[in-house]
């Protein structure tokens, strides 16, 4: 599986776009990038996944490059419900045990 | 709608004491299942997973087993729990084939 890289921690005003950015510069064809959170004392959160292009959800916007070696998730409004610990993983599509590898993340506080 | 559920919410043992946590999924069939740990101010570290009745995988050695009694239900014990075991316990499930992941709300568990 493709490596990711995060900044570890990231602020924002509320009510400001949040941008996380997530370097995967080996990843490969197959794999696709998958967000999570973790709010404190929660369990992590899916948000969105994507392949190429670029995908929105209620949650969040997911933002591919080209290259596909980075990629940005978009919190267009961010609340102080939004402060959290976001995870980006690459992972290959299916399989039968779809295991999900977490990283540090990127702590993301929203500020008032 | 799917829900997972997980108990206790917090846990405190002494050393050398037994332990079961238990995790029950509601909604679906034949599903996947996770248990991480994540030790304080650490990231997610996946201990088990399971496609099936009785088919339990571990992922790291150490001081825990599982067992999948039914096909809805988790359980993660240790004969002798070890200071090393605190930590805060996750249960998860996903359809199989997809790397979307559902979080129950976890156990905090103290080994005193």
């Known amino acids: 599986d493709a490596k990711t890289t995060q900044p570890p921690s990231m602020d924002c005003a509320e009510g400001r776009a949040a941008n996380l950015p997530c370097n995967h510069s080996?990843?490969?064809?197959?794999?696709?990038v998958y967000w999570y959170r973790q709010i404190h004392s929660q369990g992590p959160q899916y948000i969105i996944h994507g392949l190429k292009n670029n995908e929105t959800n209620e949650m969040a916007s997911l933002i591919i490059t080209e290259d596909r070696k980075s990629s940005t998730l978009i919190l267009p409004h961010a609340t102080l419900r939004d402060t959290a610990v976001y995870y980006c993983?690459?992972?290959?599509?299916?399989?039968?045990?779809?295991?999900?590898?977490f990283g540090t993340g990127t702590l993301l506080a929203v500020q008032p | 709608s799917q829900t997972i559920h997980q108990w206790p919410a917090t846990l405190v043992q002494p050393v050398g004491s037994p332990l079961s946590l238990e995790c029950t999924v509601e909604g679906t069939s034949n599903p996947n299942l996770y248990w991480y740990r994540q030790a304080a101010g650490r990231g997610l570290q996946l201990l088990f997973y399971s496609v099936g009745i009785g088919q339990i995988s571990s992922e790291v050695p150490q001081n825990l087993s599982a067992s999948r009694p039914q096909d809805r239900q988790f359980i993660l014990s240790s004969k002798k729990l070890l200071l090393s075991d605190s930590g805060f316990y996750l249960c998860?499930?996903?359809?199989?084939?997809?790397?979307?992941?559902?979080f129950g709300p976890g156990t905090r568990l103290t080994v005193t």
């Open positions: 998860a499930w996903s359809d199989p084939g997809l790397y979307e992941q559902y």
């Open positions: 080996t990843i490969s064809g197959n794999e696709y």
């Open positions: 993983i690459v992972r290959s599509y299916g399989g039968a045990t779809n295991k999900l590898i």
